[in-house]
């Protein structure tokens, strides 16, 4: 199990800030990206969104990095205002 | 090298910041720091209202507040620092006005210009610390490229709805282009809105931040090695490290801020020559007749296929021959924030005869394109 965080408007797009999702190892955050992705909408558009940043147990990250269980995978945009 | 006076505190600085001094790891120390340091403020909305605010009051030696904006009805929900007798005056001069009253012990410059890459440099070269209260990405690549080239530490802030993210940037750790590559054309709080109140935190996270860092109290623990992301939703936040990009060719050293601004100057003269009446809402797009307009989206294929309002797809940088102007009929430019659309606009001109320009046959909508997942989420 991993526990997933969603923010900003990824988190109202999906109406859901964090979930525990399933793993079998070994297996990357693409891999995850990819099953979520089977979901459909609104997972796919935010999946499919250039501006997502990844970060792994409090860590920026790149899709090829790899998960083990009990890890933290968090989805977030850049926003701009101010 | 600090004058005489700042080397001790007066009777009144003494009284005034007691309920600081009194604390151990501040003391008499991290406040004679404060009047020593000089903070540029950059942006005095909803993040440089309350970072300005504590900072003042903290008594900070000297703040330099940047705006070239008025105040206007619609910022008072979340910029308390101004009262309704502002409207119409300028952020920097209104904001300065205000503060001096709070603290006279301290200097406050107001600098009632837009941030450019020539004034930016003696804005930033002559402080201790800069914080990023602006609300868009060009203001922030300006300010990092130029932090970078004196190896300034920034404070990175900004918000949307109900979320915030906040970063004390070293330029020796990573800096902001590690973290985000790209020009992210995102909505800013005056297309997406925002609640009062997270500017009103994020703004004095930053002004915590700054503290921190100039009166070096290290409340972290010991002195970080990374430069750390907060993002913060609503009440919650996660702390993320950041490192150096492989990919950053600022950080490598393969390019500096003059590569990047240059394209920055060139970009800000060339849209200035548009004629406002060239620069198109969709609402205005929605008039023009179909038959005699041609809908471009000058972003990338990927960007195209992901979500797009329908036309033909011409990256920016493909553009060129491939576009024929077709005499008689319209051209309307689109993108995600108007920046390449803007660009297309200009490029177009350049390849064809000045007609085009004086026919009015050309235009970009100026106006951001909202995705999918941005419309699930304006109000």
Same mark, same amino acid.
């Given at each position: 199990m991993i526990t997933l965080l969603y923010f900003a408007r990824y988190r109202e797009a999906l109406g859901l800030d964090s979930e525990q999702f399933s793993i079998t190892c070994p297996c990357s955050v693409q891999d995850v990206i990819e099953q979520l992705k089977q979901r459909g909408e609104p997972w796919l558009s935010i999946l499919a969104d250039s501006k997502l940043m990844l970060a792994v147990n409090q860590t920026i990250a790149t899709p090829d990095q790899a998960l083990t269980d009990g890890d933290e995978l968090a989805f977030f945009p850049p926003i701009t205002g101010g | 090298m600090p004058s005489k006076e700042n080397l001790q505190l007066s009777q009144q600085e003494q009284q005034r910041y007691l309920r600081q001094t009194q604390l151990l790891s501040f003391g008499e120390s991290g406040q004679l720091k404060l009047k020593q340091s000089k903070v540029l403020i950059i942006g005095v909305g909803g993040l440089g209202c309350p970072a300005a605010q504590y900072l003042t009051a903290a008594g900070i030696g000297e703040i330099t507040l940047v705006?070239?904006?008025? *105040?206007?009805?619609?910022?008072?929900? /979340?910029?308390?620092?101004? !009262?309704?007798?502002?409207? @119409?005056?300028?952020k920097a001069q209104a904001a300065k006005e205000k503060l001096q009253t709070n603290n006279s012990d301290i200097k406050i410059i107001a600098f009632p210009h837009k941030l450019n890459p020539h004034n930016a440099h003696q804005l930033i070269k002559r402080s201790d610390l800069v914080l990023d209260c602006t609300d868009n990405f060009h203001s922030r690549y300006l300010i990092n490229d130029i932090c970078a080239h004196y190896n300034k530490?920034? +404070?990175?802030? !900004? *918000?949307? @709805?109900?979320?915030?993210? +906040? $970063?004390?940037?070293?330029?020796?750790?990573? #800096? &902001?282009? #590690?973290?985000?590559?790209?020009? $992210?054309?995102?909505?800013? #709080?005056?297309?997406? @809105? +925002?609640?009062g109140v997270v500017p009103g935190i994020v703004g004095n996270m930053q002004a915590l931040l700054a503290i921190d860092y100039l009166a070096r109290i290290n409340s972290n623990g010991e002195a970080s090695k990374s430069n750390k992301l907060q993002l913060i939703q609503g009440l919650n936040s996660r702390s993320i490290n950041l490192f150096k990009s492989d990919d950053c060719q600022l950080c490598r050293g393969e390019k500096t801020y003059l590569d990047y601004t240059s394209d920055y100057q060139a970009y800000e003269q060339l849209i200035e020559n548009i004629p406002e009446e060239q620069k198109i809402s969709w609402a205005d797009f929605e008039k023009f007749p179909a038959e005699n307009t041609v809908l471009i989206d000058v972003r990338s294929e990927e960007e195209h296929? $992901? &979500?797009? /309002? @329908?036309?033909?797809?011409?990256?920016?940088?493909?553009l060129g021959g491939n576009l024929r102007i077709e005499v008689g009929k319209r051209h309307v430019f689109y993108c995600q924030s108007g920046r390449r659309s803007q660009l297309a606009h200009i490029k177009t001109l350049s390849l064809e005869s000045d007609s085009i320009s004086s026919d009015k046959r050309v235009y970009s909508i100026t106006e951001p394109l909202l995705s999918p997942v941005e419309k699930l989420t304006s109000p």
């Amino acid at each position: 199990m991993i526990t997933l965080l969603y923010f900003a408007r990824y988190r109202e797009a999906l109406g859901l800030d964090s979930e525990q999702f399933s793993i079998t190892c070994p297996c990357s955050v693409q891999d995850v990206i990819e099953q979520l992705k089977q979901r459909g909408e609104p997972w796919l558009s935010i999946l499919a969104d250039s501006k997502l940043m990844l970060a792994v147990n409090q860590t920026i990250a790149t899709p090829d990095q790899a998960l083990t269980d009990g890890d933290e995978l968090a989805f977030f945009p850049p926003i701009t205002g101010g | 090298m600090p004058s005489k006076e700042n080397l001790q505190l007066s009777q009144q600085e003494q009284q005034r910041y007691l309920r600081q001094t009194q604390l151990l790891s501040f003391g008499e120390s991290g406040q004679l720091k404060l009047k020593q340091s000089k903070v540029l403020i950059i942006g005095v909305g909803g993040l440089g209202c309350p970072a300005a605010q504590y900072l003042t009051a903290a008594g900070i030696g000297e703040i330099t507040l940047v705006d070239e904006d008025q *105040v206007s009805l619609s910022n008072l929900q /979340r910029q308390i620092l101004f !009262s309704e007798s502002d409207i @119409g005056k300028n952020k920097a001069q209104a904001a300065k006005e205000k503060l001096q009253t709070n603290n006279s012990d301290i200097k406050i410059i107001a600098f009632p210009h837009k941030l450019n890459p020539h004034n930016a440099h003696q804005l930033i070269k002559r402080s201790d610390l800069v914080l990023d209260c602006t609300d868009n990405f060009h203001s922030r690549y300006l300010i990092n490229d130029i932090c970078a080239h004196y190896n300034k530490p920034w +404070v990175y802030a !900004s *918000v949307l @709805g109900f979320e915030g993210q +906040v $970063a004390l940037i070293k330029p020796e750790h990573s #800096c &902001f282009r #590690c973290l985000y590559p790209e020009l $992210a054309e995102t909505p800013n #709080c005056n297309q997406a @809105g +925002v609640l009062g109140v997270v500017p009103g935190i994020v703004g004095n996270m930053q002004a915590l931040l700054a503290i921190d860092y100039l009166a070096r109290i290290n409340s972290n623990g010991e002195a970080s090695k990374s430069n750390k992301l907060q993002l913060i939703q609503g009440l919650n936040s996660r702390s993320i490290n950041l490192f150096k990009s492989d990919d950053c060719q600022l950080c490598r050293g393969e390019k500096t801020y003059l590569d990047y601004t240059s394209d920055y100057q060139a970009y800000e003269q060339l849209i200035e020559n548009i004629p406002e009446e060239q620069k198109i809402s969709w609402a205005d797009f929605e008039k023009f007749p179909a038959e005699n307009t041609v809908l471009i989206d000058v972003r990338s294929e990927e960007e195209h296929l $992901a &979500f797009n /309002r @329908g036309g033909i797809n011409i990256p920016l940088e493909e553009l060129g021959g491939n576009l024929r102007i077709e005499v008689g009929k319209r051209h309307v430019f689109y993108c995600q924030s108007g920046r390449r659309s803007q660009l297309a606009h200009i490029k177009t001109l350049s390849l064809e005869s000045d007609s085009i320009s004086s026919d009015k046959r050309v235009y970009s909508i100026t106006e951001p394109l909202l995705s999918p997942v941005e419309k699930l989420t304006s109000p």
